[in-house]
């Protein structure tokens, strides 16, 4: 009888970091080949020190130049399959709570106003309407299994179904969480975010999605198209919040 041999990744970091990888990969897997979702998640093999092996799946494609309707639908598979995942107290999985998200803002809003001093008005108004939603922040409860890097380098197809990779960012944290994080990922589409709302007008989902443009900014983009797009979209949420 012939038996499939299955290729392996080996990916390399701080021993802590794969642990919470492994983990989350782990209880993804399990879950998608438990409940026959539209999602395939590489099997996580082991954890040994510094190094973490995992199935190396051939043959996906990457959705970086499809149109905007095939990768929405990608998008919507993985944010669907993830708030269907029940975590629990013991699952050994890093926490990411609203409540670290608010006390940072401040040092977002620095630091951008250090790197784009001409944006500074942008850049208080944004933080203004922001804070006008951190009390409603403060009460979410941090209970959804999150990706955490929901973007067109780690979901591709494969037969008709959504591969999700790279659990290195996954956290336990509330349900706007990895929502916001998707609805400024794939910033060279037009209109992809509007399509992915599809008509959500959630002001706390916006409100973090504003908090998610201020964090991107941080990070001082080389890439010009891209930092002005960012700001662009900061501009026009930050009307609407």
Known sequence: ?????????????????????????????????????????????ARIGTELTMENLSGIKSLKNVSVAPQVVHYNNCINFLEKIKVNEKVGIQKTNSHYQAISLPYFLLKNIISYPEHLPLFLLSAFKIMKYTPKWLR????????????????????????????????????????????????????????????????????????????????????????GHYLNSLKEISKNI
């Open 1 to 45: 009888m012939n038996k499939k041999i299955k290729t392996v990744f080996v990916k390399s970091g701080k021993a802590r970091n794969l642990e919470n990888e492994f983990c989350s990969q782990k209880l993804a897997y399990e879950t998608a080949k438990r409940s026959g979702s539209k999602i395939i998640v590489p099997e996580p093999i």
């Open 140 to 227: 979410l409860k941090s209970d959804s299994f999150c990706q955490g890097d929901i973007n067109i380098g780690n979901v591709y197809e494969f037969k008709g179904k959504t591969v999700l990779l790279d659990w290195g960012e996954a956290t336990i944290s509330h349900k706007y969480f990895d929502r916001a994080i998707a609805l400024n990922s794939t910033w060279y589409k037009k209109d992809f975010r509007k399509k992915l709302l599809a008509g959500n007008k959630d002001k706390i989902l916006q409100s973090f999605v504003a908090f998610n443009l201020m964090q991107r900014l941080t990070n001082r983009l080389k890439n010009q198209k891209q930092a």
